[in-house]
């Protein structure tokens, strides 16, 4: 077991290099199961659910050789089983990427039921919809989930709500279906637009992805030989914009789309921090006590819940009293029980949170409950006054790469230590 020790307060200074997007990474890792040969992939995040992916997709038959630290090539011609390791695919969310890219190559697959952050309820519903649109039978029972198909044929496909996960998982599927596949009601995260400019390169026929329209051309086959790099993770650079708020501090944060930000920007300068755009990198500083505000988080192009506890930390310390609607998920306010406990005064009631901003927080001993909610609280530990130990790091390591060593080089006194 591991902690972070972390001292504060410090107010971080200095540049930050923003890797590729987890949630693009473990969604294009298991699109490379639709072509048939080789591919490489650059600007991948060495992270926990990338090497789960990579131990998957090796298990159906897939060679994989890292080039460098976020580089891989991956060959896919020999795929020898539709049953994914039921262990590995039940411990994340992104497994259910599986059955769609299997759906469209192999037309079966078996895998455990995904399992992923503990944000509440996650139902799948969406995705069985689509699949089964497409003339696929699929058997949720014994936590596993099992889909066949004698062919998939292209139909109109309309999200009864907006989905990430299910709007990809139905473009895998479609993308070597016979006929034209449209998803309405589509997601527009920019990750879905980068899987979408991924198959496009390895082959496919994607029109419309990042609207809420997308239409699908069945092709016969994805050649692959080529090369694709990963976007960079909005996600990780929001964290750290974030930071820059919270800390007081001034951080140059580079390799990031700042149009992928835009919500985020807008709330940091509406409380009083500074931004400077530079299209591929953005400067944050603040110099004084951020002001209050409300966030309501939305599906993109709206505020990101994937900030949400980030912001919080913000808003814990904030000139007033501020409120948070999470209109995303059921359950991702557990975080500011852990604020409480170094001095905030939140108060999280179902899907509203209320902050009461104090002057300060204090450093004490916390336990992370999802990826967003230990970022929240490495941020939290920095500003606080005195130690803070932050404990389940294995959330953290799921989606940020180097983490402490990014800080630590921003001024944060903070290590990793074994318990
Ligand atoms: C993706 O999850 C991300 N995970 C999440 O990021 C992110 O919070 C979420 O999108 C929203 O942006 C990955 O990409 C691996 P959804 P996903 O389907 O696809 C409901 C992180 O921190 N819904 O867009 O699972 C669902 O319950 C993680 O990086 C259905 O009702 O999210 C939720 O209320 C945490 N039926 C809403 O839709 C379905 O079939 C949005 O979920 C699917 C979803």
Known sequence: M?????????????????????????????????????????????????????????????????????????DTTNITTSNAPLDLTSKFRASYYLIGSMLGRKKSIQVGMPGGCNLGPRPIDQHIKGFELLGAKVDVSQGKIKATADKLVGTSIYMDIVSVGATINVMLASVLAEGTTTIDNAAKEPHIVDVANFLNTMGADIRGAGTDMIKINGVKELRGNATYSIVPDQIEAGTFMLAAVAS????????????????????????????????????????????????????????????????????????????????????????????????????????????????????????????????????????????????????????????????????????????
């Not at 140059?252 to 920007?265: D, G, R, V």
């Not at 991702?332 to 108060?347: D, P, S, V």
Request: hydrophobic share 40%.
């Open 2 to 74: 591991e902690k972070l020790l972390i001292k504060g307060p410090t107010n971080l200074k200095g540049e930050v290099t923003i890797n590729g997007a987890k949630n693009a990474a473990i969604a294009i890792l298991p699109a490379t199961l639709l072509i048939n040969g080789i591919c490489t992939i650059e600007n991948v995040p060495n992270i926990s659910d990338v090497k789960i992916s990579c131990k998957i997709l090796s298990a159906l038959g897939a060679k994989i050789t890292w080039i460098d630290n976020n580089t891989l090539t991956i």
């Open 248 to 419: 007081h501090g001034d951080i140059l944060i580079k390799n990031c789309i700042t149009k992928h930000l835009e919500s985020l920007t807008a709330k940091i300068i509406e409380m009083g921090g500074k931004v400077e755009d530079n299209g591929d990198s953005i400067r944050v500083w603040c110099n004084s006590r951020p002001s209050k505000a409300n966030i309501k988080t939305l599906p993109y192009p709206g505020f990101p819940t994937d900030l949400q506890p980030q912001i919080g930390v913000v808003l814990s310390i904030a000139n007033g009293n501020s409120t948070i609607n999470e209109s995303i998920w059921e359950s991702r306010f557990q975080y500011t029980n852990e604020l409480n406990k170094m001095g905030a005064k939140i108060t999280a009631q179902g899907k509203n949170a209320f902050f009461e901003g104090v002057d300060k927080l204090v450093g004490a001993p916390v336990y992370s409950s999802d990826l967003r909610a230990g970022a929240a609280l490495i941020i939290a530990g920095i500003i606080a006054e005195g130690q803070t130990e932050i404990y389940n790091l294995d959330h953290i390591d799921r989606g940020y790469e180097k983490i402490e060593e990014k800080f630590r080089k921003l001024g944060a006194d903070i290590k990793r230590v074994s318990e």
